[in-house]
């Protein structure tokens, strides 16, 4: 009786196999995130933040001297309320509603070290809609990478007076 066992590739083919894998790996570099998602990807990770309450991720993002006005438009007129970090970073520390920032739609202009994101948004707080608005950040690329100068944002109430949300409905609250 003759066995035949069935071995692995030999030598010679994981050789083969590996060198053509390591070729194609390092062949050709993956190419580098464009300015424009590397700006889209620091403001998600902001509105990220602001939904899980993270004040150590929403510092990292933003300049300490960070610009932020809040416009709540009225009938002819508009108030503005503008927030100092510290505010901000108090406004998300410590126990609280569960908040969920979703954003869409984003513009985005970048030149050189400084980049504009304009883009709709909606905001629930533990799960029921609060407010919708246009969220505008003012970015800088700094030796750390892009960071978050300054925010204006809106806030528009009811929810009637709100664009509907390509996003649809929150699947659940985070």
């Not at 993270?54 to 990292?60: E, G, I, Q, V």
């Not at 993002?61 to 927030?83: A, G």
């Not at 400084?114 to 690329?141: K, M, N, Q």
Request: glycine fraction near 6%; aromatic fraction near 8%.
């Amino acid at each position: 009786m003759t066995r035949y066992v069935r071995r692995g590739p030999g030598l010679c083919t994981t050789t083969i196999v590996l060198t053509f894998g390591l070729a194609l790996a390092t062949a050709a570099p993956l190419p580098a995130q464009a300015p424009e998602d590397q700006v889209i990807d620091v403001v998600q990770r902001l509105l990220d933040a602001i939904s899980d309450r993270d004040t150590a991720s929403f510092r990292a993002l933003v300049l300490p001297e960070l610009q932020n006005l809040v416009v709540y438009p009225e009938d002819d007129s508009v108030v503005l309320v503008w927030r100092q970090t510290e505010e901000s970073l108090r406004s998300l520390g410590g126990a609280g509603p569960e908040y969920l920032e979703r954003m869409w739609e984003p513009t985005v202009l970048v030149s050189g070290p400084i980049a504009s994101v304009w883009t709709p948004y909606d905001f629930y707080r533990d799960g029921e809609f609060s407010h919708c608005g246009v969220d505008a950040f003012h970015l800088v690329r700094t030796p750390e990478g892009w960071r978050i100068a300054a925010l204006m944002y809106t806030v528009v109430r009811p929810q009637a007076r709100c664009p509907e949300s390509p996003l649809g409905p929150p699947s659940k609250p985070r």
